[in-house]
């Protein structure tokens, strides 16, 4: 899994977005299993991470990953794969106590994290820390090691967060300019990484922990606020595909157990994207508001203001569906 902060859709011109921004994952999209219609579930790291990993969906005002003992009780994905005999090692060039997400990583069954204190200083030069391109390369060199297998290993990027203080220097605005980066620095990493002998058993997950509010006159409530990229590529891939079946970062679990053989039973809200039987929707929450969106409607409600932002399509089709989801997720939140 290779975690990308802040990208979204509007990083890849394939998705519709812009040109030479992220040119690599672009490029990548050809040999790949690209979803072309795929939603973040928030807007911060914390909650990002609990969605991808647990299939647990972002709150509106708070975070499940500040509630320890709630966290722990959580189901993962690399919990799954540990009792299925996989070897777990996290990656990220920032602080891995930021948010409790040390706490939350030992409870999903991962003790090998490297993070910053694993680093030389003169190598810490962001302000969260290492920068891509350094932690990246010490993912290839321990790729040339032998492994335990089968392995899962986690890589959470981090530069380009703000500021977006990057030793890199191609497009003007700052933003995008720090996804070129961190894309180019993907790409190498691939490129190496095809040269392994994991490569040909492998996927690579590539996902962004949640969108970036981009550009800076999008209101926080719009639909493209959390429309972001879903890209799986390696050697295991049998073909490309693009894939426009409505989902969120929330059904990757359900949808990559359900690919391995391993049951998701416990993942309560993820759903499997390939199963023709399971609704297929985009879910998202802001503060003090939320989002659902498929073919049929995008609705969107904000509770700071008591009215409806979007309402798109099949007017209200999803208003009864979004309410019961958010409720019965508070109603799970209480419970553990």
């Excluded at 709630?70 to 540990?82: E, F, G, T, V, W």
């Excluded at 590539?206 to 550009?215: E, I, K, Q, T, Y």
């Excluded at 590529?233 to 894939?243: E, S």
Aim: charged fraction near 20%; include cysteine.
């Amino acid at each position: 899994f290779v975690v990308l902060g802040s990208f979204m859709s509007k990083n890849m011109e394939v998705l519709g977005g812009l040109p030479n921004v992220a040119v690599r994952m672009n490029a990548l999209a050809k040999e790949g299993i690209l979803f072309t219609n795929f939603y973040a579930n928030s807007f911060r790291p914390d909650r990002g991470l609990v969605s991808i990993f647990s299939g647990y969906p972002g709150q509106p005002n708070t975070s499940i990953m500040k509630f320890t003992r709630k966290a722990q009780n959580l189901p993962s994905i690399p919990r799954s794969l540990k009792k299925a005999g996989y070897d777990l090692q996290y990656y990220y060039g920032g602080d891995a106590d930021f948010t409790n997400m040390r706490s939350y990583l030992v409870g999903a069954g991962i003790v090998n994290i490297v993070s910053d204190q694993d680093f030389p200083e003169k190598d810490q030069t962001g302000k969260w820390g290492v920068p891509d391109h350094v932690v990246f390369s010490k993912l290839n060199t321990d790729l040339q090691q032998e492994q335990r297998e089968p392995f899962m290993k986690i890589f959470q990027t981090l530069s380009s967060h703000e500021p977006f203080d990057v030793p890199f220097h191609k497009l003007e605005n700052p933003y995008l300019n720090s996804v070129a980066y961190t894309d180019s620095c993907l790409g190498v990493f691939i490129d190496q990484f095809k040269k392994t002998k994991w490569w040909k058993n492998s996927i690579v997950v590539l996902l962004p922990d949640h969108a970036m509010h981009f550009p800076q006159n999008l209101d926080q409530r719009a639909v493209d606020r959390y429309k972001i990229p879903l890209l799986i590529v390696g050697g295991a891939v049998r073909f490309p595909k693009q894939i426009d079946t409505y989902a969120s970062q929330i059904d990757i679990a359900a949808t990559l157990l359900s690919q391995l053989k391993i049951s998701h039973n416990e993942f309560t809200f993820s759903k499997n994207i390939m199963n023709p039987a399971s609704p297929h929707f985009g879910y998202f929450t802001f503060k003090n508001g939320f989002g659902m969106v498929n073919a049929q409607n995008e609705y969107v409600y904000d509770y700071e203001s008591k009215s409806v932002f979007v309402n798109t399509g099949t007017k209200d089709a999803n208003k009864k569906r979004a309410e019961a989801f958010l409720q019965t997720l508070y109603d799970d939140l209480e419970k553990r």
